[in-house]
DNA sequence: GGAGAATACATCGGTTACGAGGTATACGTG
DNA sequence: CACGTATACCTCGTAACCGATGTATTCTCC
């Protein structure tokens, strides 16, 4: 999740770590901080797979820049990542949100729609968080107002979805003709 | 989070690691696996820190079972974790949820309004997940439909969680005297 | 000119996650 | 009686996470 935002954001323009880390904290530090104990060591294993480069350029303001670019294999990772997301991507909304931020990297309509699709295919299963049994529970059975509170919630985001997933697929659908 | 549901679903009653794994499975699995290659070691961690207990039983349909019982000391730690969430907990949804399903086990219904607070305080603070430098956008400012997407959603839930979550203050303030 | 904040990068060590693989029993079906 | 499936537990190795800590520069404000 974090190497796809990296990748992401460089896919647009090179950034040095700082400001990258500045980028991904604003796109998803509110829900999940950003070490940079986390950040750097994810960037030496991009650089050491071949996905980006560094170049050191003197720091504008402060202490030298490393200036990171996405070679032609990063980005073609990328765009493998988006158009072949892990299930794991498409069912955890932390990780799916990191997808959606970057899925405009993606120049084909059909392959947006792809992942789309699996991801309406997830929401449409019929899935819930409490069961009687097998039987899933609706959020009026619960006594319980935190379990009642999960549930509502839960329906909400779904229902949201759903709408938002159906109209962007059918304007998708007419752009790739 | 994953302690968290172990420690939650023991504080109701005693269960073995196969049965815990498929309650487990139900809560969280759709959104987030639960490999058994995460969850036995995670036993064994609060085995080891005295919170649980373990006594083997004949399995009555296979192999022999080890059924996990919580220690007094392990019902106190749920309690606190429930209590005193890390601000993670607090921020990521999954791991809200986790809290949230096992809040009723906070006795003191002021605890549990306090919990409630804390994630109310979280959802208040003017957040997004797209800036013109300081200026969070809102979704009609974006050309991408796919981020537009995530401010659409992110917005629904935001909604039907503050209405949940002022309702559910209101009536424990009520129970809380 | 001193303090504090922001910029900029990094390592270390402990903890957690998890895919791959292994072991064994019991039950139903053909 | 072989095969598949469900039950039930486990280890190993690699990867990933992240708090604490360290280093150095520049800018602002008093």
């Known amino acids: 999740m974090l190497e796809l935002a990296i990748l992401g954001f460089l896919y647009d323009a090179p950034l040095h770590g700082y400001l990258l880390r500045k980028q991904i904290a604003a796109l998803t530090g509110h829900v999940r ?3 940079e104990s986390t950040l750097y060591p994810a960037i030496k294993r991009l650089e050491k797979a071949g996905l980006l480069a560094r170049a050191t350029e003197p720091g504008s303001v402060a202490a030298p820049r490393h200036v990171l670019t996405l070679t032609e294999e990063g980005r ?3 765009r493998r990542r988006l158009a072949e997301p892990a299930q794991r991507d498409i069912t955890d909304e932390n990780r799916w949100f990191t997808v959606l931020a970057f899925l405009r990297h993606l120049d ?4 947006q729609a792809a992942v789309l699709r699996r991801r309406l295919a997830f929401l449409e299963e019929p899935a819930s968080f409490f069961y009687d049994g097998d039987r899933p529970l609706r959020a009026e059975e619960l006594g319980d107002p935190f379990r009642r509170g999960i549930l509502t919630i839960a329906r909400a985001t779904s229902r949201a979805e759903l709408t938002w997933l159906r109209d962007t697929l059918a304007s998708l659908d007419d752009t790739g003709h």
Request: aromatic fraction near 0%; charge should be neutral.
């Open 33 to 35: 901080p950003v070490p």
């Open 76 to 78: 073609r990772e990328l």
């Open 108 to 111: 084909d309509p059909r392959a």
